[in-house]
């Protein structure tokens, strides 16, 4: 089964370019976001930082390849509206 996907770069996280990467996401209407930890949680934080709330209705943030902290956690489920899960406690 294949699913409709927008891959964007971790890469391209930055201040100078975040609210570009907010305008994409919102453009493609995603259901989930899936990426690095390190990536998602400094997303959410430059979005409160920015006030810049996404405003999509994500079923879940899937967060990969890292620990995610309980601080991490939570600040990626307040600025994205949704829990987050780890790729291990899916499998």
Known sequence: ?????LQLSAFEVARK??????SAIKRYK???L???????????TLLQEMNQPLDLRLKAVISTSEI??????????????CEVITARRMA
């Open 17 to 22: 370019s975040i609210r570009q990467l907010v």
């Open 68 to 81: 995610l902290s309980d601080g991490e956690r939570k600040m990626i489920e307040e600025n994205f509206g």
């Open 34 to 44: 899936v990426g690095f930890t390190s990536t998602l949680s400094f997303m959410a």
């Open 30 to 32: 995603p259901v989930c």
């Open 1 to 5: 089964m294949r699913f409709r996907e």
